[in-house]
């Protein structure tokens, strides 16, 4: 608990969560608005709001409170999910894999502790369990957004991590996690137009917690993946992609004025996408670039103009099916598991860093 209620930086409801796996309460910890505590900086590329240190209350990590944790079993799931989970089946199965589950988390972010304050140390840990989580949920549950939306995010918390404990891996971990978002959210894509598992179960396709950025977002975050951690070693497949991405960015976002539906920071790095992918295939010799009326697709006189997204989803054409979906998880989810990584000095960091 905190020392200072003046200082406090979150506080516990009232009521205990009753977890729907285990039946036991845990506490639950929201995050403390106002008083100076958040001070909103820039938004990334990758649509990361980011937060200023506070004088009085030093740096504040907004991600970590927004997932669910059972200190009692370790059941872990976005906080919609958790409160209105209702699959005894399922629940089960999180039952019995609850030891495995902690094992392979400790491995990587060890010594975390639910049953205190939140750190940083249980955010990435908090979201692991969560990933693990819900890789054993039905399709009903929309489960690969999620574990995408969760990859990313802990990718941000584990370069979070690496500033804290540098040299002990987190870039790594961290890099991982990015190229299994990448995975994820064209396998995401893919299931949706294939009709076998719907992305719309989600409360918010976020990524981050200040704005939901939709569907359009989703098609935004599989192309700037793809350009920033996209395999490279097959330039040739690597620039069908990119081609692909130019194209599906130009017609997802073929509209130049922002509105609720494309908000002014998504179309503004969309376009700084669109040119960075144009730079890309420019410079690339083995390709023949011609100019074409995607060059102007960003102004305001472009005449393209989604009726809606309902719409875009069900076209082919104006989703920007252009991307090529089947052909992006050149890898697989099974190459880029961190379930068993394991660093021998990982667990040397002291909980002073906290």
């Known amino acids: ?56 209350y030093g740096i504040i990590y907004p991600l970590i409170y927004s997932v669910a944790v059972c200190s009692n079993c370790d059941t872990a799931m976005l906080w919609n999910d958790m409160t209105a989970f209702n699959d005894p089946k399922t629940a089960d199965i999180l039952y019995t894999s609850s030891h495995e589950r902690s094992e392979i988390v400790k491995n990587i972010f060890p010594h975390y502790d639910f049953k205190r304050d939140r750190t940083l140390l249980e955010g990435c840990a908090g979201y692991y369990l969560a990933l693990l989580c819900y890789e054993k949920m039905p399709a009903s549950y929309s489960p690969t957004i999620k574990k995408a939306q969760i990859c990313l995010r802990l990718a941000w918390m584990c370069e979070d991590m690496n500033k804290l404990c540098p040299e002990k891996n987190y870039d790594f971990i961290r890099d991982t996690f990015y190229k299994k978002a990448l995975f994820l959210y064209q396998e995401a894509l893919n299931l949706e137009m294939e009709g076998k598992e719907s992305i719309t179960n989600i409360s918010s396709f976020g990524p981050d917690l200040d704005k939901n950025y939709g569907y359009d977002g989703v098609i935004y975050l599989s192309c700037l993946l793809e350009y920033k951690y996209g395999q490279r070693k097959d330039i040739a497949v690597r620039l069908k992609k990119l081609e692909s991405c130019k194209h599906s960015i130009a017609r997802i976002f073929g509209l130049g004025k922002s509105s609720k539906a494309k908000p002014g920071p998504l ?19 083995n390709i023949e670039f011609t100019e074409t009326e995607d060059e102007d697709v960003f102004t305001e006189e472009s005449s393209f103009v989604p009726e809606n997204l309902q719409e875009e ?32 000095d990982l667990p040397d960091f002291s909980m002073d860093d906290f």
Do not use: W
Not at 267 to 285: M, P, T, W
Not at 318 to 337: A, K, Y
């Open 313 to 344: 989803k069900s076209s082919e054409e104006s989703l920007g099916v252009s991307l090529d979906l089947s052909d992006f998880p050149t890898f697989s989810e099974d190459n880029m598991s961190v379930d068993d990584i394991s660093f021998d």
């Open 1 to 56: 608990m905190k020392k200072e209620k003046n200082l406090s930086i979150t506080y516990y409801t009232k009521q205990s969560i009753i977890c729907p796996v285990c039946k036991r309460p845990f506490p639950r910890e929201e995050l403390l608005s106002g008083g100076g505590r958040l001070i909103a900086g820039g938004l990334t590329d990758e649509l990361r709001r980011t937060y200023e240190p506070s004088s009085k």
């Open 267 to 285: 179309l503004e790095h969309s376009r700084a996408l669109y040119d960075n992918l144009n730079a890309e295939l420019k410079d690339a010799q």
